[in-house]
């Protein structure tokens, strides 16, 4: 995994009680109090960790690490393949219009035009092969253009709303 702290990158790999970064093997005594917080003593010096926010979505973390406010992102190994292969979150965030999956019906628009949308919203539902499929952002954007409606018989690939 790589895990980025205040602007450096990492590549941390957990195994069991010991945590190797950038290849080295660091051996750590770690407990965890009952509020939650971390005392670490590692070469002879202790330190106190304790997590202030942590956004399992976007894969960050911002710390209290010895009283000094800490921000950690991490990135899996298939983040890194997919952010290898162009096709990382800021890629999605340049998606300039939705095509439609499959052909189908639409059967419902939840969005309007003019309405700022995050990743995961649903926009609205295609009945394909008798099931009804809500379609959702893949990124944040405001949606410019809806090229359907209500009861619209659409093809794979045609263009229903653009961001």
């Not at 190797?20 to 330190?47: M, Q, R």
């Not at 309007?112 to 394909?128: F, H, I, T, W």
Request: charged share 20%; glycine share 8%; aromatic share 4%.
């Amino acid at each position: 995994m790589q895990v980025s702290v205040q602007g450096s990158v990492f590549s941390v790999v957990p195994s069991g009680d010991t945590v190797t970064v950038d290849g080295n093997s660091l051996n750590w005594d770690l407990a965890i109090a009952p509020d939650g917080s971390c005392s670490i003593i590692h070469d002879g010096k202790h330190y106190q960790a304790r997590v202030i926010a942590y956004q399992p979505d976007s894969k960050k973390m911002t710390l209290s690490f010895n009283g000094r406010v800490v921000e950690l992102s991490f990135k899996d190994d298939s983040d890194v393949l997919l952010e290898k292969l162009g096709m990382t979150a800021t890629a999605a965030s340049k998606v300039k219009q939705l095509l439609s999956p499959m052909p189908g019906l639409i059967t419902e628009v939840r969005v309007k035009e003019g309405q700022s949308v995050v990743a995961g919203d649903p926009l609205l539902v295609l009945e394909a092969m008798k099931m009804e499929n809500v379609v959702k952002a893949t990124a944040p954007g405001t949606v410019t253009v809806i090229h359907v409606q209500k009861g619209d018989r659409i093809e794979k690939g045609s263009v229903l709303i653009e961001f």
